[in-house]
């Protein structure tokens, strides 16, 4: 997020009047359109608010503090209080400035407002008002023409880095970006970088020290060309107006009545910003919610909400709870979600009340690895946007989301959908398999296999996975992660995701090699680019900010994903609550859950969901947890419903025990106590097994995992109803294998199959 402060002292304002400049015209900051005609009374523009929305809209003196939950109509509480306001000759359209965080969120302000007869209301993102300010009065403030705007950090960053003899990555230059605009946005000087850093929650992606030294070469080779980026916007017009008192004159003479959306993302120099345009006056509107604060990483912080009655004592403070976005299923789990929050923003969080008739309950789906995750994902959307096609009432796919913490989770996700037919849409994030590091990788991975034996690098390499593990080594990869989050530690969960599809690979096909990995690249790759008009929605949580949907999938659910491995202080724990907060609430009718216990087929099952849903999931339990069982949503394991199977803790039938350990609890016994397996039937069960893997063309384990033949070989179930009831069985292995299984089990001839159609064997 862009900001800055006033003139810093390592660049004197003087400087910036030299070098190239813009050719932008100095029309004025103040366009004045004209004022529309009003259909009907002010009074007809109150119509249809409920009570804490008319109380906004009709609450035009002095300062005005909207605490507006998810879904609860801010943006239609304050358009309609500018428009009463217009309308009642409070306001002269003209005056107004109301100020969004987005241009998509101002164009979708500024539509609303003419559709209510105010037009000549100025709608602008921070950034947006303050240049075409800090552009007409450049040449008065400071005089010549005003610098010019680069769109772009990247290459002038990449120089400043070269000039120190560094020689950066791509996702390197995106981390220092980053911290060069977070600290522009705090106020923070190059100088003072290491130490402000070190005060801070913030874990840098690479040497302060280092990042300082490029920042301070940035900004003297900005100097040096009469050029300005995008947080100097900012941080220039805060000078301009704090120095000159009869340009902040002309300012607040033409802006006198403001509105703030977002207001808990606003940077310290956004509300420094903010301030000189109010100058001492009060007419100030702002609506936020503390709970959906995600962006602290950015230089966000939801202080000026928290403390706006402390800096206006005698502010209209106002909460709309109403939420008309999602039905009382997902709002009950939303509010459960923030029960159990801790920290300053819990203590304001908002307690959200559905309008929304009954829908269906939260969905929790825990699956044995991430494939059959994504996979059981892709099933279950494919189901849902099926009556569509036929004229039916399903779920479009453009109002289904996929959403998951980090980019690099999106690739699987591309793959089940491709496998299913669904059409897809990336938002927020190239395609997996367009990414700079991916396609790097490619390259690599391609000449590996071309050089055969041939490739040093393969020389010590243990198996398929090694020998990608090694050709990744020599584009910058390593094992271990990096310190921090950011761009670096982006590119290394990208690359990762190929070692972990190097490994499955391997094992589904113990003889391939490089050739075959790469051909399978390639497949991947050519099916994940046929293009859509309309699909599915895949984003991060924090891409998903301010969207919603009919239907949303919240994958990946597990402790070290959600919350991050990397949010190690209560602050960071509590924005990944809230992040997980927003997500939930971004869906209207359904929502669904779902976390994989091993990240791959066959892999250890130690994998917990996240620590956020204890106490609303069934069969979890959270001390202290408001709200209790907040979301009574059946649990799914596997491929479908398990809401049959025993909940809460697991005895080993053997020493009443309770079980831990993720196989243990599978096969309900401890892995020391004596086994009642049959022999003759386990090994029955592997034939079958392998024959069964080869008909279908599938890995042996993506039919039944060693374990669940195991315990199927222990408890030798003999009927539907027992079998169910096996971890491992869901409900789809029961109906495609479950004949055979209990066949097997009772030594009896496995029955005939019924001759499947073609669509059918491709959904299997």
Not at 558 to 585: N, S, W
Request: charged share 25%; aromatic share 6%; glycine share 10%.
């Amino acid at each position: 997020m862009p900001g800055g402060c006033g003139q810093p002292p390592h660049a004197p304002r003087r400087t910036w009047q030299h070098g190239r400049v813009t050719s932008a015209t100095h029309a004025s900051p103040f366009p004045q359109d004209p004022f529309p005609r009003v259909p009907d009374s002010a009074d007809a523009v109150l119509e249809g608010l409920d009570p804490e929305q008319r109380a906004v809209a009709t609450t035009l003196q002095g300062p005005v503090c909207v605490l507006a939950g998810a879904g609860t109509g801010k943006t239609r509480a304050i358009t309609h209080r500018i428009a009463y306001g217009v309308r009642a000759g409070v306001f002269q359209p003209s005056t107004v400035l109301a100020v969004t965080f987005t241009a998509r969120a101002a164009g979708e302000m500024r539509g609303r407002l003419r559709q209510l007869g105010a037009g000549g209301v100025q709608t602008r993102t921070f950034h947006a008002a303050a240049l075409r300010q800090l552009q007409y009065f450049w040449p008065k403030a400071v005089g010549g023409e005003p610098p010019r705007l680069m769109e772009r950090k990247v290459a002038l960053v990449a120089e400043a880095a070269a000039r120190g003899r560094l020689r950066l990555e791509r996702p390197e230059l995106r981390d220092v970006i980053s911290e060069i605009e977070w600290a522009k946005v705090t106020q923070t000087v190059p100088e003072d970088y290491p130490a402000v850093v070190a005060k801070s929650d913030r874990e840098p992606p690479r040497d302060p020290a280092e990042t300082a030294r490029i920042y301070a070469t940035y900004e003297q080779l900005k100097r040096d060309r009469g050029a300005i980026d995008f947080e100097d916007v900012l941080l220039l017009t805060v000078g301009i107006l704090a120095d000159r008192p009869d340009i902040a004159e002309v300012v607040r003479g033409q802006y006198q009545h403001f509105t703030v959306d977002e207001y808990q993302d606003v940077s310290p120099l956004q509300q420094r910003l903010l301030q000189q345009w109010l100058g001492e006056r009060d007419s100030l509107c702002v609506v936020g919610d503390a709970s959906q604060t995600i962006y602290s990483f950015t230089g966000a912080t939801p202080d000026h909400l928290l403390d706006f009655r402390t800096r206006h004592p005698h502010a209209t403070m106002v909460k709309l709870v109403r939420d008309y976005r999602s039905t009382p299923q997902v709002v009950h789990l939303a509010n459960g979600l923030l029960g159990q929050a801790r920290g300053r923003a819990a203590e304001h969080r908002l307690e959200l009340i559905s309008q929304r008739q009954p829908g269906p309950e939260p969905v929790f789906a825990e699956h044995p690895d991430e494939p059959a995750e994504a996979e059981a994902t892709a099933k279950r959307i494919r189901e849902l946007i099926a009556p569509v096609a036929e004229g039916g009432a399903g779920i479009p796919a453009s109002e289904i989301a996929v959403l998951f913490r980090v980019n690099a989770q999106s690739e699987i996700y591309e793959q089940a959908l491709a496998d299913a037919g669904v059409p897809y849409q990336l938002r927020g994030a190239e395609r997996f398999f367009d990414r700079p590091e991916i396609r790097q990788a490619g390259l690599a991975l391609r000449g590996a296999a071309r050089a055969g034996g041939n490739d040093e690098a393969l020389d010590d390499a243990d198996g398929l996975a090694g020998q990608v593990g090694a050709v990744l080594a020599t584009t910058g990869w390593t094992p271990e992660p990096p310190a921090g989050s950011g761009a670096v530690r982006d590119r290394w969960e990208s690359l990762r995701s190929l070692v972990t599809l190097a490994e499955d690979f391997g094992r589904a096909r113990p003889d391939a090699g490089l050739r075959e990995f790469v051909a399978e690249l390639d497949e991947r790759a050519a099916a994940q680019h046929a293009p859509t008009v309309e699909g599915v929605t895949l984003a991060s949580l924090h891409a998903a900010k301010g969207l919603e949907w009919d239907a949303v999938f919240l994958v990946g659910l597990t402790d070290g994903m959600m919350p991050i491995t990397h949010a190690k202080t209560p602050e960071q724990v509590e924005e990944e609550r809230r992040l997980l907060y927003v997500g939930v609430t971004r869906a209207r009718l359904r929502l669904t859950l779902s976390w994989a216990v091993a990240r791959s087929p066959g892999g250890r099952a130690t994998r917990r969901p996240t620590r956020f849903l204890d106490g609303l999931r069934p069969g979890s339990g959270a001390a202290g947890a408001r709200g209790g069982q907040g979301g009574a949503g059946g649990v799914e394991r596997g491929s479908g419903s398990r809401g049959r199977k025993p909940r809460g803790p697991v005895k080993c039938r053997v020493c009443d025990k309770t079980l831990t350990e993720a196989t243990e609890v599978k096969l309900r016994r401890c892995e020391d106590c004596p086994s009642s397996m049959d022999e003759e039937l386990y090994e029955r069960l592997r034939e079958w097994r392998l024959d069964r893997a080869r008909e279908l063309g599938r890995p042996a384990y993506a039919v039944f995992t060693d374990v669940t033949l195991m315990a199927i070989a222990e408890t030798v179930p003999g009927s539907e109803g027992e079998l169910s009831r096996i971890s491992g069985v869901g409900a789809h292995k029961l109906r495609q294998f479950g004949p055979d299984v209990l066949a097997l089990c009772a030594g009896e001839p496995l029955p005939q199959a019924p001759e499947e159609t073609s669509e059918e064997s491709a959904e299997k």
